[in-house]
Every structure is written in structure tokens, then in C-alpha cells.
């Protein structure tokens, strides 16, 4: 991916007088870190906005600020989710020589054989996993191959994950990130929906088997 290099400006105005900025096309946001001091910064909106959309937590984002280059990622988007606009975005500036600590996104590639064979259920429980490295080594995601679920119960481990170089994982190694599951009847998924919605809570199921998606279109 091409590095995300962004226009910022020293932005004096604050409080109020901010919606001012974002009627005239502008993107208020903040640069901090553990190098320098708090500094409200804005942006050209439709540039930044276009750049930063879709962008993990990891990705690094230069920031060119009164001649100065700032490698900084996104900690943080406020965002009116009715016009779906983005209010304000938090910076934060990164060493190139000190580890950071960040969320990176874990991809799923590929079909797992046993929902094909055996009409199993694929379930994530992890979307995303704390990795530490140097900036320069951070992926912005790690992919996930399904390959190797075979059978029902196969699963696949934190420690599982191949890791670019220099990049250590902080979770448990023995965290499951997917699971195969046996198909459930139509009993069984009805009392399960029904236990989920009392709870106010819907379980997340990222794949089924073709012969279950089949009945369902019956």
C-alpha cells in the first residue's frame, strides 16, 4: 500500500468556532505523542477523509506539518454517524527507533474444506490481535489462511499466526481465532437465536456450510 502522507496546518481556532472550519471544507484534528506537545491541527476534508478511509489502526500516516514530517497512526475518529461525516480525528506521532504497541486486524483468506465437506459452521472469536514491533515493521494486518480446517473442531491457534519478522504478538498464544463447528438442526439454531435475543446479543457466524445455506433458501 502506498504510504499515506496527509497537509496539516497549525489550527489556532477551537471551541465553538470549530464548526466554522468544517462549513468551510476543513477537518479538525490533534497531533500528540510522547515526543511533543498536544497541537490542534486541520485538514483539507475530501483529501483526508479519502485517505484515511479504511485504514487499520496500525497503518502509518505521515503528517507534514510547517516543513516538519510526523509518522503518526489514528488512535482515534469522531464521526456524526447519521451524515456519516467525520468530526475529528486524533494523531498520534510515533519514534521510528521505539516499539509501539497497536490492534491489527486479522483477515480470513480462503474456504475452510470442512464447510464445504461437512456443512460446518466457521466462527471468528478474534477479529484482531495486539502486536508490538517498530513502526516500520507494523503489518497492517495479519492474513489468515482456512486451508487447513479440515475436519469439524479444527481450529486455529494466536500461536498459529505467521508472523512478519520483528513482530511479536501480546496475546495468548493458545487463544482460538476460528473454530469449525458441527452443523446445528433447525431446532437447535432456533433455541440458541431465541437464548441470544434475550440476551440481547447475536452470535457471530462468518461462514456455512452449502447444504445449510441451501435449506435456508428452500
Known sequence: MDQVVLKAERRTVTGKQVKQLRREGKLPAVLYGKHIDPTPLVLDYRTAEKALRGLSTSTLVVLELEGTRHTAVVRERQKDYIRNKLLHVDFQALSLTEKMRVEVPIE?????????????????????????????????????????????GDSILVGDLVLPPNVKV??????????????????????????????????????????????EEA
Open 108 to 152: 480470513l483468506e480462503g474456504e475452510a474444506p470442512a464447510i464445504k465437506t461437512y456443512g460446518g459452521v466457521l466462527v471468528q472469536a478474534l477479529e484482531s490481535v495486539e502486536v508490538e514491533s517498530l513502526p516500520g515493521d507494523m503489518p497492517e494486518r495479519l492474513t489468515l489462511s482456512l486451508e487447513n480446517l479440515k475436519e469439524i
Open 170 to 215: 501480546l496475546a495468548d498464544p493458545n487463544e482460538t481465532i476460528v473454530v469449525v463447528t458441527a452443523p446445528r438442526s433447525e431446532e437447535a439454531v432456533e433455541a440458541a437465536g431465541g437464548m441470544a435475543e434475550e440476551a440481547g446479543e447475536e452470535p457471530e457466524v462468518i461462514a456455512k456450510g452449502k447444504e445449510e445455506e441451501e435449506e
